[in-house]
């Protein structure tokens, strides 16, 4: 098993945070490729998926869409062209906003959370167990300097093994904690798609030196519930670009 301090030799083949983001911005993976998503587009199925790359944490936004409905996970939109550029694709597109899921309540995936609300009234769903992170987002975005960063109060907890419905497609929903105590991740079987939010990334994984993270933890999560959701399922991370089971399987160094 890989560790982190056996990682550091590798830095030819990752890009290792800077200091001044490892040192305040800490929601990001262990080791992140400089890759930018936004205005990715894959249709899959019966659903299309839009992604975007939001605010200083390059955060990985996603639309879920049909002919009509869309979904959002991860929200992380804070400056004003960011809220342009997500309302403009709903609004292009004639979509529904039906509601919005959060993988973990880190304050990079919650920053548009009240613009969208505030435009849309839609539904917002969290971790259950991560209900007292998320009223605490405001201190943490004043302490990082998030100043435009407005707080939801009316969102609804939700918990793992409950079966969300989009296009025809089951959403079902897994615990996978260890970069954060109660973390999610979205599986769309039908499409062979899964949103991990900052479980696994391509060849790397998260961070669990955050309060509520724990190695061990996020380990047994992927292997025993990420994992299992099958080698040709494709992961759409946190951060960074997408990559597929098989290949994490295979390839991520903190797995082999």
Do not use: W
């Amino acid at each position: 098993m890989f560790c982190f301090q056996n990682m550091i030799s590798m830095q030819n083949k990752f890009h290792l945070i800077p200091d001044q983001l490892s040192n305040s911005l800490f929601f990001y993976p262990i080791f992140l490729y400089q890759f930018n998503i936004s205005n990715l587009h894959i249709i899959i199925n019966m659903i299309q998926i839009k992604s975007f790359t939001f605010n200083d944490f390059q955060e990985n936004t996603y639309i879920i869409y049909n002919e009509k409905d869309c979904i959002v996970v991860d929200p992380g939109n804070y400056q004003e062209s960011e809220n342009l550029e997500i309302k403009d694709f709903i609004e292009v597109h004639n979509l529904k906003l039906n509601y919005v899921l959060l993988t973990h309540c880190h304050i990079d995936h919650i920053l548009g959370l009240k613009y969208l609300h505030d435009k849309y009234k839609m539904d917002v769903f969290i971790p259950e167990g991560e209900l007292e992170m998320y009223k605490s987002s405001e201190n943490i975005a004043i302490m990082y300097g998030l100043n435009l960063y407005n707080h939801l109060d009316s969102v609804q907890p939700i918990k793992s093994n409950t079966k969300l419905n989009f296009s025809n497609s089951q959403i079902e929903i897994l615990n996978v904690p260890g970069h954060s105590p109660d973390h999610l991740a979205y599986f769309f079987r039908g499409s062979k798609v899964c949103f991990s939010g900052d479980v696994l990334f391509k060849n790397s994984i998260g961070r669990t030196d955050l309060p509520g993270g724990n190695y061990d933890t996020l380990i047994n999560s992927i292997n025993n519930n990420l994992f299992t959701v099958g080698d040709d399922t494709l992961i759409y991370p946190g951060h960074g670009p997408s990559t597929l089971i098989s290949d994490e399987k295979n390839e991520n160094p903190f797995l082999i």
